[in-house]
């Protein structure tokens, strides 16, 4: 499926949400903005995450793909991840996927045509090539390898829509050197890919990760570099821009009556926690470009035993209550709100409701 079909899809579901919404909500009503996304009435879109263990998750169970489903679920969008592989945490009901821990392209290559065949992908999301690297296997040959792969997945497939990762950073400095030229060579080919009608776009994923996102073996993502990594797929799959916003940063997140806390399970290795008491919150001051409507996701985990509710409010504006369901601390739910906000500064603002969450980041996508 098309880049354009895709944004269709995601608009659909959009103005689906929001008819619903106008139906069962008098007008001068904030808008509840805990998102337990309605049942989409079109098909699931069949997603097949394909690749190394990065794609699997190695050392976080479910990897990015986790948070990549809870956002597509957050936007009312029903996904089938396909594959014959399966892990992932619970906040992943489907698990399916073609990530193969230690596998080079060339082992995909062999598998993939019968993977397609299979469980007919309209998407594959391809981050292969970091095995390739560590193994040293002639590097010069790599991106004529990544080439043939995407080709025959394209040639297999012809409306499958396959967007192709460049690869993550490495601590090693000769890892890191040797991945910076392989992914230099991905968008020419992609580019040219596209020219001859194939459906394929690069998704720049080296640039959404640090070296802070990197686990102690230098080469994995932590549980904030895979989230970061979902972001950045998901921000390709609907043509818009993520930009997220550190619930632990001081620069821009207040917090009264609670606590920052460090730990490599969350985004940017840091979290705000203890929001335990009546008049506990956490507000984040954040600049948008343009006024409009923009769609809040908020990264947050309960280990409370209960659901717990936090209050939202922008600009001192109540936007009704986010539920997070009970899984346990550092295990991160997303729900979604849409917020009204002006160009330029905009206070939102986590206020504690029924009983205390862990917050970790928000993430802000500007509608159209």
Same mark, same amino acid.
């Given at each position: 499926m098309g880049a354009a079909l895709f944004a269709l899809t995601v608009g659909s579901v959009t103005a689906c949400r929001a008819q619903a919404e106008s139906q069962t909500r008098p007008t001068d009503r904030p808008p509840s903005s805990a998102t337990n996304a309605p049942r989409p009435a079109s098909p699931p879109l069949r997603v097949m995450p394909l690749g190394d263990s990065i794609t699997d998750g190695l050392q976080v169970p479910g990897g990015y793909r986790t948070d990549l489903w809870q956002f597509m679920a957050a936007d009312g969008m029903a996904a089938d991840f396909v594959g014959s592989q399966a892990s992932g945490p619970a906040q992943l009901p489907d698990r399916d996927h073609e990530g193969h821990p230690g596998w080079r392209m060339g082992q995909i290559y062999l598998q993939v045509?019968?993977?397609?065949?299979?469980?007919?992908?309209?998407?594959?999301?391809?981050?292969?090539?970091?095995?390739?690297?560590?193994?040293?296997?002639? /590097?010069?040959?790599?991106?004529?390898?990544?080439?043939?792969?995407?080709? /025959?997945?394209?040639?297999?497939?012809?409306?499958?829509?396959?967007?192709?990762?460049?690869?993550?950073?490495?601590?090693?400095?000769?890892?890191?050197?040797?991945?910076?030229?392989?992914?230099?060579?991905?968008?020419?080919?992609?580019?040219? /890919?596209?020219?001859?009608?194939?459906?394929?776009?690069?998704?720049?994923?080296?640039?959404?990760?640090?070296?802070?996102?990197?686990?102690?073996?230098?080469?994995?993502?932590?549980?904030?570099?895979?989230?970061?990594?979902?972001?950045?797929?998901?921000?390709? /799959?609907t043509a818009s821009s993520i930009t997220r916003w550190e619930a632990e940063n001081p620069a821009y997140a207040a917090v009264n009556n609670g606590v920052r806390l460090q730990t490599r399970a969350a985004s940017g290795n840091g979290k705000v926690g203890y929001l335990n008491y009546a008049d506990s919150y956490l507000e984040f001051t954040i600049d948008v470009p343009r006024a409009g409507r923009y769609r809040m996701y908020a990264h947050a985990a309960d280990g409370m035993g209960t659901p717990c509710d936090q209050r939202l409010s922008v600009d001192g504006r109540p936007q009704g209550n986010l539920r997070f369901p009970n899984v346990g601390w550092d295990e991160w739910i997303i729900r979604s709100a849409d917020l009204t906000l002006n160009a330029g500064r905009n206070t939102v603002r986590f206020s504690r409701g029924t009983c205390s969450t862990e917050i970790d980041a928000i993430d802000l996508r500007a509608l159209r």
């Open positions: 045509r019968s993977w397609l065949r299979s469980y007919r992908p309209q998407v594959v999301l391809l981050d292969i090539g970091t095995n390739d690297i560590l193994q040293n296997k002639e /590097l010069e040959h790599a991106p004529s390898r990544l080439s043939m792969l995407i080709n /025959l997945i394209t040639t297999t497939s012809p409306e499958t829509r396959v967007y192709v990762a460049t690869i993550g950073p490495f601590a090693r400095p000769i890892d890191e050197a040797r991945a910076q030229r392989y992914n230099a060579a991905i968008p020419t080919i992609t580019r040219s /890919l596209a020219q001859r009608g194939r459906r394929v776009q690069t998704v720049d994923m080296h640039a959404a990760l640090g070296k802070g996102d990197l686990a102690s073996d230098g080469i994995h993502p932590t549980a904030g570099g895979y989230s970061k990594m979902a972001a950045r797929w998901y921000s390709a /799959l």
